[in-house]
């Protein structure tokens, strides 16, 4: 079983960055592709990026490609997400999810484990 604790959201203005991380432990990290999901209310969670368990490729939403960069640090089991040039509309509960030796699920429905979320909001 596979625990993800989601930190370093939380309220910016619109052009500002933020890093989000997400730490994993109960599983063997490097063997989990890891993707980012956001929430907004009354939205269905929808895919923001992914990131490869192998040759950590990555994979992005068109609405974030660009802005947004995907990395992981195996030694420390975390992913991360930063998030530059932060617009209102990206302001939602995201949440990262871990799927076992898959490619980049863009869907919610590929991924085994998710995390709690961690709020972002962005202020024009």
């Known amino acids: 079983q596979v625990q993800l604790v989601e930190s370093g959201g939380g309220l910016v203005q619109a052009g500002g960055s933020l890093r989000l991380s997400c730490a994993a432990s109960?599983?063997?990290?490097?063997?989990?592709?890891m993707g980012w999901f956001r929430q907004a209310p009354e939205k269905e969670r929808e895919f923001v990026g992914a990131?490869?368990?192998?040759?950590?490729?990555?994979a992005y939403a068109d609405s974030v490609k660009g802005r947004f960069a995907i990395s992981r640090d195996n030694a420390k089991n975390t992913v991360y997400l930063q998030m530059n040039s932060l617009k209102p509309e990206d302001t939602a509960v995201y949440y990262c999810a871990a799927r076992y030796r898959g490619g980049y699920g863009y869907t919610t429905a590929k991924y085994d484990y998710w995390g709690q979320g961690t709020q972002v909001t962005v202020s024009s």
């Open positions: 990131i490869s368990w192998s040759d950590r490729g990555t």
């Open positions: 109960g599983g063997t990290f490097r063997n989990y592709a």
